[in-house]
């Protein structure tokens, strides 16, 4: 079965849940994520390393079950030289002939008892045409984007549902008026601004419209009185999803004048009046909503974190210099910063993504601009944990499966609020991108604990949830996704890009 839509509209949620409810003593999932990097080999491996050695040349599940293997992102491997995909011609041959060659002796490997299914978006931006050799063995589901009124219910009810928990009457019609205003800003920042080689992250899905959304419930009830002050929110919302994302002037002048356009027509109100505190001659442009600031981080001495706007930027800037001095005194290698504004909004932005349940950044910029820095300190403020890829003359992908390995213990045993920060010039094999790919995606690096660590999470992760009540089915399947669900939880991952570096996996900004 294929299962084809494009990016957002919930391919990969429609089957993980389904593999999820089917019965564990007759199925077993194994899902996989393809990448640009993704080879035949790594393929045939996780496939293989969920089968049985049944009799000698026949590999299946355990007896009396089926394996479902998914294959998110389908067409993602890049062709090779004579315009095959390697991973689906692996794939293809399996469909057609149901066995497979051992990579050692090329002896036959029978597989039985496995059923396929997969997704993928329409070609381009990355993606590729898959050989109708192949999608002739499937029955293909087109999944269609969702139009405005099916949009317009599904985040109304999610607003409706924030502001019915200790908000004012008054916020209901808000919250379909935003509703509708984000749709706005998201269809006209999709006409305006279209990727380019230089502009490859200018890519924009159902995922940033639900990331506006997202960022407007982190305000509570306690601090959030006044309908004008929701609009304000919005705004920081809608430049930190969008305009974040833009590098030259004329983009970022264009987008302004769309949410000035977009303010005034759903919400009947002008920036001018919304924003005038942020302008001394009461004239707003698109500089002055630099200094619109929300965040958790102004009072470091209260005990509730709360999500709020900040006005006093004086104060701002004096709070980030006592993060900056608590920092110093208690790192190995203290950061001489000066807290100018430009800093600040970088900490800031970066604070509002780790706030967030699977918040994961990537930071472009020319070297020297402080992506490391400014990271190290906004983890710091939202007191995470760092963690560095120590990049020596032979660190080999030995060196580097181990550091993964570490990474995902703490986050997924030792239940520590991780950040990973990895810049580009660590890369030293592309094997490393499809290994962060699939972090990203699915908490996961497949095969990359041996039988006895695994065995020893499954054991740790099972005594974890017995200590929290949680009631999990005691198969170590059930138990490793456990696992699997601390590290997406815990985990954050930040991507250091040069500005001028070639064209990283589309599939990352997703």
């Given amino acids: 079965m294929l299962f084809v839509g494009p990016t957002g509209t919930g391919k990969s949620v429609i089957n993980k849940s389904f593999l999820v409810k089917l019965p564990n003593e007759q199925y077993t999932p194994n899902c996989i994520n393809f990448s640009a990097r993704t080879s035949a080999n790594q393929t045939q491996d996780i496939i293989m390393a969920k089968l049985d050695r049944r009799r000698k040349g026949v590999f299946g599940p355990p007896m009396g079950k089926k394996c479902v293997v998914f294959v998110d992102d389908l067409n993602m491997p890049a062709k090779e030289k004579y315009g095959a995909q390697p991973p689906i011609e692996l794939l293809r041959q399996w469909l057609d002939h149901h066995h497979w060659y051992d990579k050692k002796d090329t002896s036959s490997l029978n597989i039985v008892d496995v059923l396929f ?9 990355g993606k590729n045409d898959i050989t109708g050799r192949f999608t002739r063995h499937l029955n293909i589901i087109s999944i269609d984007s969702f139009d405005d009124e099916t949009l317009t219910k599904i985040f109304s009810s999610i607003v409706d549902w924030h ?27 999709i ?8 502009k490859s992250h200018y890519i924009f899905n159902l995922r940033d419209f639900s990331r506006v959304i997202r960022g407007v419930l982190l305000a509570p009830p306690t ?8 609009i304000r929110l919005w705004i920081h919302e809608i430049y930190r999803v969008f305009y974040d994302r833009l590098i030259d002037s004329a983009d970022k002048e264009m987008f302004f004048t769309i949410v000035k356009e977009k303010t005034s027509n759903f919400f009947k109100m002008n920036l001018e009046k919304l924003l005038c505190h942020l302008s001394r001659d009461g004239t707003v442009i698109d500089e002055n ?6 965040g958790d981080y102004a009072k470091p001495d209260s005990d509730t974190k709360a999500y709020d706007e900040i006005t006093d930027l004086h104060s701002l800037q004096e709070v ?46 020319i070297g020297g601009s402080g992506r490391q820095s400014t990271t190290k300190l906004g983890t710091f403020i939202s007191d995470y944990v760092p963690f ?15 550091d993964l390995k570490r990474i995902m213990l703490k986050a997924g045993i030792e239940r520590k609020s991780l950040v990973f920060l990895f810049n580009d010039s660590q890369i030293t094999d592309e094997a490393m991108l499809e290994d962060i790919d699939m972090l990203l995606n699915t908490g996961d690096v497949p095969n990359i604990f041996a039988a006895d660590e695994r065995a020893d999470i499954i054991d740790k992760a099972q005594g974890i949830a017995r200590m929290e009540g949680k009631k999990i089915d005691a198969t170590p399947l059930s138990v490793y996704n456990y696992f699997i669900d601390q590290v997406k939880a815990n985990l954050h991952i930040v991507l250091g890009r040069y500005l001028y570096m070639s064209v990283l996996n589309s599939d990352l900004t997703d």
């Fill in 223 to 230: 601090h959030m009185q006044d309908g004008e002050k929701l």
């Fill in 191 to 198: 006409d305006s601004f279209l990727p380019t080689p230089s």
């Fill in 388 to 402: 560095q890829i120590e990049l020596t003359k032979n660190y080999s992908m030995l060196d580097w499966r181990d």
């Fill in 320 to 365: 980030m210099e006592f993060y900056l001095e608590e920092y110093n005194s208690c790192s190995k290698a203290p950061m001489s910063l000066v807290m100018f504004k430009f800093a600040i909004e970088h900490i800031s932005r970066i604070c509002r993504v780790l706030r967030q349940d699977n918040g994961h950044l990537l930071l472009v910029g």
């Fill in 289 to 294: 909503i630099r200094s619109l600031f929300f």
């Fill in 117 to 125: 299914i997969s997704a993928m978006g329409p070609p381009g931006g």
């Fill in 163 to 189: 502001f019915s928990n200790g908000f004012d009457a008054s916020f209901f019609r808000l919250g379909k008026i935003m509703v509708q205003a984000t749709m706005s800003v998201y269809k006209a920042t």
